[in-house]
T-cell receptor, first 114, second 113 residues
Framework: EPEVTQTPSHQVTQMGQEVILRCVPI?????FYWYRQILGQKVEFLVS????????KSEIFDDQFSVERPDGSNFTLKIRSTKLEDSAMYFC????????????FGDGTRLSIL | AQTVTQSQPEMSVQEAETVTLSCTYD???????LFWYKQPPSRQMILVIR??????QNATENRFSVNFQKAAKSFSLKISDSQLGDTAMYFC??????????FGTGTSLTVIP
């Protein structure tokens, strides 16, 4: 069964550095998402992406964050000038359509900011 | 604002027994969708079951079924004949129109041999 894959599984970065988290969505899916889960807290929506542009974003997704689909397969989340509070598990997801369609999640990238 | 509440942070069940995980949500929308996702240790989140709010019939998927009470805004998950592989974190999620899933804080389920 096709899967969403995320790399790396664990990223350790110094505070203030830029980090790029990578995702390969399921190939026939059109909608892509990023979520984060701070340890011990609920999974929170960051952003959705469709047709090469952001379709929806939460208040968490500020100017520090950006997303990109640089080629036909990858979907990336960039965090500029990381902060300690950016430490979390970041999940990528994809779906065929929006709304009622289930979103398929990757294994997540654990980001640790030192 | 949409919120999803899972009031049971941890639960355990004997293998082959039945367990029910609770979830309540708050919304003013009339059309929305509810999901249960399962996250085994160190594994990705996997869709367990989905319920459309406009459907009165409770969704079932093999050993998994839901009790959807729209008026009470309740969406519980029942797991019958629990198996060791059911040990996981279970998340209730809500989505209306658009793309944003709202998740609960999760219930950690342990199936005891």
């Amino acid at each position: 069964e096709p899967e969403v894959t995320q790399t790396p599984s664990h990223q350790v970065t110094q505070m203030g550095q830029e980090v790029i988290l990578r995702c390969v969505p399921i190939s026939n899916h059109l909608y892509f998402y990023w979520y984060r889960q701070i340890l011990g807290q609920k999974v929170e929506f960051l952003v959705s992406f469709y047709n090469n542009e952001i379709s929806e974003k939460s208040e968490i997704f500020d100017d520090q964050f950006s997303v990109e689909r640089p080629d036909g397969s990858n979907f990336t989340l960039k965090i500029r000038s990381t902060k300690l509070e950016d430490s979390a598990m970041y999940f990528c997801a994809s779906s065929e359509w929006q709304g009622s369609q289930p979103q398929h999640f990757g294994d997540g990238t654990r980001l640790s900011i030192l | 604002a949409q919120t999803v509440t899972q009031s049971q942070p941890e639960m355990s069940v004997q293998e082959a027994e039945t367990v029910t995980l609770s979830c309540t949500y708050d919304t003013s929308e009339s059309n929305y969708y509810l999901f249960w996702y399962k996250q085994p240790p160190s594994r990705q989140m996997i869709l367990v079951i989905r319920q459309e709010a406009y459907k009165q019939q409770n969704a079932t998927e093999n050993r998994f079924s839901v009790n959807f009470q729209k008026a009470a805004k309740s969406f519980s998950l029942k797991i019958s004949d629990s198996q060791l592989g059911d040990t996981a974190m279970y998340f209730c999620a809500f989505i209306r129109t658009g793309n944003q899933f709202y998740f609960g804080t999760g219930t950690s389920l342990t199936v005891i041999p």
